[in-house]
């Protein structure tokens, strides 16, 4: 069965970096885009990045364009999400997501980001 | 961007009777590939987001199908044929034909 589970999260200061890890299981990894999405407390869910199988092509919201930095590494199943200069409303929960028919068809269980002084 | 507008917002139902939400979208959601991505999650009480309908009606494995999603263009609907205890929620339009994706403000379905 597919299976997503997220890592990284945590309590960083403003202007700090975090990265985040998704470990993917249960499917044929290199096949399929990957997607991160986010939730800010008691919120709707925002796209916040998308990566093409190979890793060849990346897109991102504009919110964090320049700041997040997509990536993956078929070899160990795994994609990332680098975050740098982290602002108070990056604090969320974050989503891995697998695309499937322009859309998520599994996510994870979601790590939280909480940015704070 | 293709902005996505939930109606209505708070949805109290009673349980054994239909309910409706609907999603309308600021631009036509047709991709150039003639398809529509137009999708529906369900987000039940402190867990993720579950897809229920991809590409306007189609849906996932193991969605019941009291669930069914309609529409065209720029207005979308989803319609629960008997709403049961398990459907209480948060309900989210999301459309794959822009970038950037975007998602509806979402619906909170509870039981009367």
């Known amino acids: 069965q597919v299976q997503l589970v997220e890592s990284g999260g945590g309590v960083v200061q403003p202007g700090g970096s975090l990265r985040l890890s998704c470990a993917a299981s249960g499917f044929t990894f290199r096949s399929y885009g990957m997607h991160w999405v986010r939730q800010a407390p008691g919120k709707g869910l925002e796209w916040v990045a998308f990566?093409?199988?190979?890793?060849?092509?990346?897109i991102y919201v504009d919110s964090v364009k320049g700041r997040f930095t997509i990536s993956r590494d078929n070899s160990k199943n795994t994609q990332y999400l680098q975050m740098n200069s982290l602002r108070v409303d990056d604090t969320a929960v974050y989503y891995c997501?697998?695309?499937?028919?322009?859309?998520?068809?599994?996510w994870g269980q979601g790590t939280l980001v909480t940015v704070s002084s | 961007d293709a902005v996505l507008t939930q109606s209505p917002l708070s949805l109290p139902v009673t349980l054994g009777l239909p309910a409706s939400i609907s999603c309308r979208s600021s631009?036509?959601?047709?991709?150039?590939?003639?398809?529509?991505?137009l999708n529906w999650f369900q987000q039940r009480p402190g867990q993720s987001p579950r897809r229920l309908l991809y590409k306007v009606s189609n849906r996932d494995s193991g969605v019941p199908d009291r669930f069914s999603g309609s529409g065209s263009g720029t207005d979308f609907t989803l319609k629960i044929s008997r709403v049961e205890a398990e459907d209480v929620g948060v309900y989210y339009c999301m459309q794959g034909t822009h970038w950037p994706w975007t998602f509806g403000q979402g619906t909170k379905v509870e039981i009367k």
């Open positions: 990566i093409r199988p190979d890793g060849g092509n990346k």
């Open positions: 997501a697998k695309d499937n028919m322009w859309s998520f068809d599994y």
């Open positions: 631009q036509s959601l047709v991709h150039s590939d003639r398809n529509t991505y």
